[in-house]
């Protein structure tokens, strides 16, 4: 069952959606869905003794409460990198990301709902995570990726039987054509950035921060931002805990984008509540960071907004930042693949907006990219 008929709903213009509908956006705006889901009371942490060491202990916190498909995604360690930055090793993850968080949501949810087939569009980790999961759940699937999408990501989704469809023209050409796919009917878009189950999916990286820190959070969560699916979990997540009453304070939000492709640095310094205007006709630059190089990311302006209301900023990494951050990790025992090291390339050297206690989230694994050279 789909907890309480759970609906969509647009935040820009109300506009209200049947999950059912398998329509992806908003028809009116064309903008990402959200989701008009609220957590039950009463699931603190004495409600977890004893529960699945997966993230699907938390299932009173999520729209859906359970997964036939699990691959046992979650609860992954915390360990620590300095005094006061730790990391937590999102890149054990069955697939080798965090986007099984996301991943295993919403692939449960087109197991629930029946579509001929699931399309995905992404820059490798999501297509991946999303492949595998509907492998796991006997779905067909194509996955979109841009042209020179590392090829040991290609391997990968293609090794879970997804069909493989490389778009020339960058990242925002790869999204056009996988939701003009998502038009047709029947079709199911498993798409990261439109679809808010994915969000409740990740929003259990703070979950496990909550629990693993004994009912607290730090004082800063740094999160990788490209179409910000992490940190606007995270931000649902701070949200529901202090409405909850299961933390008193809130922690900043320092997001991360490569020097490269900022654009929501750009706009967030410049005072603005949404993207700056920019050139289509100019190509995004290219960074080791790909993960996170979107120039036009949809949900730009609740990015935006979350980060301001947490009191948090914006940080940005030049690419020897992520090349000597990279090396760094890997002379600590941990593979990361470029796009995972941006936040500890942010935060290594310290500075004001990273005072206090600081979460990164190693992403990726390092066999996704290999060393940056």
């Keep these: 069952m789909l907890a309480d008929m759970t609906i969509y709903y647009c935040p820009v213009d109300g506009t209200r959606s049947a999950i059912t509908a398998l329509t992806w956006c908003c028809p009116v705006c064309r903008g990402p869905w959200d989701l008009d889901f609220t957590p039950a009371r009463g699931g603190g942490m004495n409600a977890l003794s004893g529960r699945i060491d997966s993230l699907w202990r938390y ?105 493989l469809v490389a778009v020339p023209g960058g ?36 979950y496990e921060l909550w629990e693993d820190l004994g009912g607290r959070l730090p004082d800063a969560l740094a999160v990788p931002v490209g179409n910000g699916t992490l940190l606007l979990g995270a931000a649902l997540a701070v949200s529901e805990l202090h409405a909850l009453g299961l933390i008193e304070t809130r922690p900043r939000l320092l997001a991360v984008q490569a020097e490269e492709v900022s654009p929501l640095a750009a706009a967030f310094h410049a005072g603005a509540d949404d993207l700056l205007p920019a050139d289509p006709a100019t190509p995004a630059a290219p960074t080791l960071a790909e993960g996170i190089a979107i120039p036009r990311p949809p949900r730009a302006r609740q990015i935006l907004a979350a980060v301001r209301a947490s009191g948090g900023t914006f940080l940005t990494v030049a690419e020897d930042d992520i090349r000597e951050a990279q090396q760094d990790l890997a002379a600590r025992g ?19 907006a990273v005072r206090g206690s600081v979460v990164v989230p190693l992403c990726g694994a390092g066999l996704k990219t290999g060393m940056a050279e």
């Design 59 to 163: 299932k009173d916190f999520l729209p859906l409460d359970s997964s036939t498909i699990s691959l046992g995604e979650g609860r992954t360690p915390l360990v620590p990198l300095t005094d006061t930055v730790s990391a937590k090793l999102d890149y054990l993850m069955p697939t080798l990301s965090f986007k099984d968080r996301g991943a295993v949501m919403l692939a449960e949810l087109a197991r629930r709902l029946g579509p001929d087939r699931v399309v995905a569009d992404s820059t490798g980790n999501a297509g991946t995570s999303v492949a595998a999961y509907c492998a796991r759940a006997g779905l067909p699937c194509t996955v979109y990726v841009p042209e020179g999408t590392s090829p040991k990501k290609t391997e990968q989704i293609q090794a879970h039987g997804a069909r």
């Design 171 to 206: 990242r925002e050409a790869t999204a056009l054509a996988a939701r003009a796919a998502a038009d047709e009917p029947g079709v199911f878009y498993a798409s990261h950035v439109f679809n808010p189950y994915f969000l409740h999916g990740t929003k259990t990286y703070v």
């Design 334 to 352: 941990l593979y990361v693949e470029t796009t995972g090291v941006a936040c500890w390339a942010a935060v290594r050297g310290g500075g004001n």
